[in-house]
C-alpha cells in the first residue's frame, strides 16, 4: 500500500501526460491538458470568429464557423468515448508499461 502512494507521488504531471501518449488508456493529468488544450483552441476561433466578422467577410465567417463546428463535435465525441470507457491511473498505465512491479503476476 505504502508503495502504490509513493509511485503516485514520484510522478510529476508532465511525466503522467508524457506516459498518458505512450501507455494504452487515458489517465487524468492527460484529459486535463486536453480540455486546456481545447479551450485554448475554442478561444482562438472565438477570436478568428470575431475578426471575420468585422471584416464583414462570408467565407471567412463560413470558414471560421465550420472549424468552430469540427472542434466541437471532436470535444464532444472525445468526452464520450472517455465516458464510455473512462479513466486509467497513472498507476495502472505504468504496470503496463512494465515500469513498475505488478501486483499480481499473470
Known sequence: MEKK???????SSAQAVLLGALAPGVNGPTWNTLKTAFLMLGLCLAVMFG????SSDSTMILHVAF???I???????????????GLVS???QMQEMDLVPNDRRR
Open 51 to 54: 475578426l471575420a466578422f468585422s
Open 67 to 69: 472549424l468552430v463546428l
Open 90 to 92: 497513472v498507476e495502472r
Open 5 to 11: 502512494q509513493s509511485t503516485e507521488r514520484d510522478i
Open 71 to 85: 472542434t466541437i463535435t471532436l470535444f464532444l465525441l472525445l468526452d464520450w468515448f472517455l465516458e464510455q470507457t
